[in-house]
Nanobody, 131 residues
Framework: QLQASGGGLVQAGGSLILSCTVA????????ITWFRQAPGKEREAVSC????????HYTSSVKGRFTISGDYAKTTVSLQMSSLEPEDTAVYFC??????????????????????????WGQGTLVTVSS
């Protein structure tokens, strides 16, 4: 359903673009979210794109540095990351769910096991930022 790509190694201050190709990106109530998981840490939502209003949402640690956008023709949601910091090093995942707001997802939306509650997950892509 989702295919993530674009990770790699970059120096601090550099940029990378991650892409999430979605099998079907509709105009319905769908949220595409980029999560990341650093070694030894929990998976966290960093940015979310919502198809209901083409809105973009960010967690505070990446606001002003990351930009999320959706391309309906290519059914792709991209995450442009700039001014990267070593703290951004993580495996990045894209995920999709419906009828949940981005605000709810970024604020913490979990299933009964305590994992982020998403309908579909892409495979992870590693981003490494060297100092």
């Amino acid at each position: 359903q989702l295919q993530a790509s674009g990770g790699g190694l970059v120096q601090a201050g550099g940029s990378l673009i991650l892409s999430c190709t979605v099998a079907e990106l509709t105009f319905d109530d769908e949220a595409i979210t980029w999560f990341r998981q650093a070694p030894g840490k929990e998976r966290e939502a960093v940015s979310c794109f919502h198809t209901s209003d083409n809105s973009a949402h960010y967690t505070s640690s990446v606001k002003g540095r990351f930009t999320i956008s959706g391309d309906y023709a290519k059914t792709t949601v991209s995450l442009q990351m700039s001014s990267l910091e070593p703290e951004d090093t993580a495996v990045y995942f894209c995920a999709a769910t419906t009828f949940v707001s981005c605000q709810t997802i970024l604020g913490g939306y979990y299933d009964h096991k305590g994992d982020p509650a998403q309908d579909y997950w892409g495979q992870g892509t590693l981003v490494t930022v060297s100092s």
